[in-house]
């Protein structure tokens, strides 16, 4: 990820404060006005998951257990590499809470994640 400039809004409860934290990167190097706890964390799980989570490919409907990882929510705007993003991340059912623990750095590594699949 050469170029990144991301907002991400969390709320832990409906209700609760919202938390902004920003991704900025230049140069594939995160850049001054990081505010994620771990902007190296951070980048890093964008280079592993980013395309696959923020620009899936189209294919066949996938099949998520249905449990309940908690009431989080966050969104992600901005842009990647010129492209815009617009993301929504639940802890709904199972393919959710995976897409959230795969992203754990940049949503501020909020209760209930682990950063990994």
């Known amino acids: 990820m050469k170029d990144l400039e991301l907002t991400i809004r969390v709320t832990e409860d409906p209700g609760s404060p919202e938390y902004e934290f920003r991704l900025i990167v230049r140069d594939g190097r995160p850049a001054d006005g990081c505010t994620v706890p771990d902007p190296a964390a951070a980048l890093s799980a964008m280079e592993r998951f980013g395309e696959d989570i923020f620009f899936p ?18 969104v992600v705007t901005g842009s990647i590499n010129g492209r815009p993003v617009s993301v929504t991340f639940r802890r709904t059912d199972g393919c959710e809470i995976s897409r959230w623990r795969a992203m754990a750095p940049l949503l501020g590594g909020t209760a209930g994640s682990r950063g990994e699949i």
């Open 57 to 74: 490919k189209p294919g066949p409907p996938k099949l998520c257990t249905q449990q309940y990882g908690g009431p989080q929510v966050a």
